[in-house]
């Protein structure tokens, strides 16, 4: 089993629309979580972290269940630059290194 | 807004040549790691850096590579070797401690060509 998974997509969306990204991950001792959005050739952006109550900025929605061990983004009202490989990543271990998902491409259409 | 950096952008070598990919941290920043991707692939760790020693390293991470903090702002990966398999996109990224101390931040990368 994968430690994170995600769909890998493309999501072929059109401008305006609302799209939801979701994740799981299978090792109960993560401790944190984060959304990572990567362009093409580019370095992984830190887009936001994950908490368990849930946290939002702007149009970006994030949730996390621990119990599920699952972790999703929703972006509203979504824009041509949105478009980009969404990353789900998990913080474990001591030294907290990050263990990532294969990424969902996202693809906003005019 | 401070920034993770790294030289060279991209770096062509022949196989079994050794090469060093070099950043520098953000600089109040006292954790340091290095990934790589290759393309088209996911996001792999490395290894991790505090207190002048490695802190955790994965499979990946075998006897071809080393890591080293040179100096107060440096932090740079060695390869010795290199093999076919070894290019990649390598990112550096380092965090701090304190408030978002979990939050790591990447450099733009150095894209190795292994020819």
């Known amino acids: 089993r994968k430690e994170v998974e995600q769909d890998p997509g493309p999501f072929n969306v059109p401008e305006g629309a609302t799209v939801a990204f979701n994740c799981t991950y299978s090792?109960?001792?993560?401790?944190?979580f984060f959304w990572y959005r990567q362009d093409c050739r580019k370095e992984p952006k830190l887009l936001m972290s994950v908490y368990s109550s849930g946290n939002e900025d702007g149009r970006f929605t994030a949730q996390l269940n621990r119990a599920s061990q699952y972790i999703s983004l929703l972006i509203r009202d979504s824009k041509l630059s949105d478009s980009a490989t969404y990353l789900c990543v998990v913080n474990i271990g001591s030294n907290y290194q990050l263990i990532w998902g294969a990424g969902t491409k996202l693809i906003i259409k005019p | 807004e401070p920034e993770v950096t790294q030289t060279p952008s991209h770096q062509v070598t022949q196989m079994g040549q050794e090469v060093i990919l070099r950043c520098v941290p953000i600089s109040n920043h006292l954790y340091f790691y290095w990934y790589r991707q290759i393309l088209g692939q996911k996001v792999e760790f490395l290894v991790s850096?505090?207190?002048?020693?490695?802190?955790?390293k994965s499979e990946i991470f075998d006897d071809q590579f080393s890591v080293e903090r040179p100096d107060g702002s440096n932090f740079t990966l060695k390869i010795r070797s290199t093999k076919l398999e070894d290019s990649a996109m390598y990112f550096c990224a380092s965090r701090g401690t304190g408030g978002n101390s979990y939050e790591q931040y990447f450099g733009p990368g150095t894209r190795l060509t292994v020819t």
């Open positions: 850096f505090y207190n002048n020693e490695i802190s955790e």
């Open positions: 090792n109960s001792a993560s401790q944190s």
